[in-house]
């Protein structure tokens, strides 16, 4: 085989696959592609909420979320990040529910870095995952805001994202470029130290494309997210609500594999 594959260069030339290659047929679909790549997301979000701003978007156990909801929830807690006094990113230390999305897009519309955490984790390790990326501000469920003060950080409560409040969502000037450090993961530091990699919004955005159209994910689709949002398998498949399609959003470590079924 390798003998019969063409080369440019040295280089063996790979076939020209689509990203969808054997996978849902005759299934109708818009192409998220190049054009929704190179789109900042909360432009796409904008669009989704100007053709269908009641189509449920992001659901947990306790709320259900339509893309309006959620760009107004966004809203919200991206006026409360840029009215905090605090400086550098902000971390996000959340459970597995519609808050999470929610908190990084209003690190999109904030214009802040956005720390993904694992609320799973021991605090000691989110302390130093904190100390690492120099995060200046946390976003915390309100019940833990007492608690998570120990992290030495001022905090919002995330719930401040679903109050009964008008709030002018920031203007695209004040969002974060596409080509910026957006979002930090850390590694697992299984080489003995974790290690902080960030990502910009544009590379965040290809994987998004090939999950959308490899997968043809539309507005008839659900999306089981049982990912902490704190890896990058998570944070991109968080993006997948962009297509359309509803987010269901489950704490995978509360409920149990088996609880999944339910």
């Avoid at 989704?48 to 449920?56: C, E, F, G, I, W």
């Avoid at 519609?98 to 605090?123: F, N, Q």
């Avoid at 690492?132 to 007492?146: F, H, K, N």
């Amino acid at each position: 085989a390798l003998d019969r594959a063409p080369a440019r260069g040295g280089w063996l030339e790979t076939p020209e696959q689509p990203c969808d290659y054997r996978g849902p047929q005759d299934v109708t679909h818009t192409p998220y592609g190049e054009e929704g790549r190179d789109r900042p997301a909360l432009e796409s979000l904008a669009r989704l909420v100007a053709a269908s701003p009641d189509q449920l978007a992001c659901e947990d156990a306790d709320h259900a979320l339509s893309i309006a909801e959620v760009r107004r929830a966004a809203g919200r807690l991206a006026a409360a990040i840029r009215g905090s006094a605090a400086q550098g990113p902000v971390a996000i230390l959340l459970p597995n529910g519609v808050l999470y999305p929610v908190a990084v897009l209003a690190c999109l519309a904030a214009g802040r870095m956005g720390v993904l955490l694992d609320a799973s984790y021991p605090e000691a390790r989110n302390a130093e995952l904190i100390r690492l990326t120099g995060a200046g501000l946390l976003v915390v469920p309100a019940a833990q805001v007492d608690e998570a003060g120990r992290l030495g950080l001022p905090c919002i409560a995330a719930e401040v994202a679903l109050a009964a409040t008008d709030v002018e969502f920031p203007p695209p000037q004040a969002w974060l470029g596409q080509d910026v450090p957006a979002f930090v993961i850390c590694t697992s530091g299984s080489t003995g130290q974790p290690k902080a990699v960030a990502y910009s919004q544009r590379a965040l955005l290809h994987p998004v494309v090939g999950l959308i159209d490899g997968l043809h994910l539309s507005a008839r689709d659900r999306f089981l997210f049982v990912t902490w949002g704190a890896t990058i398998t998570g944070l991109w498949s968080m993006f997948a609500m962009l297509s359309g399609c509803v987010l269901h959003l489950v704490p995978v470590n509360a409920v149990g594999v088996h609880g999944l079924w339910k």
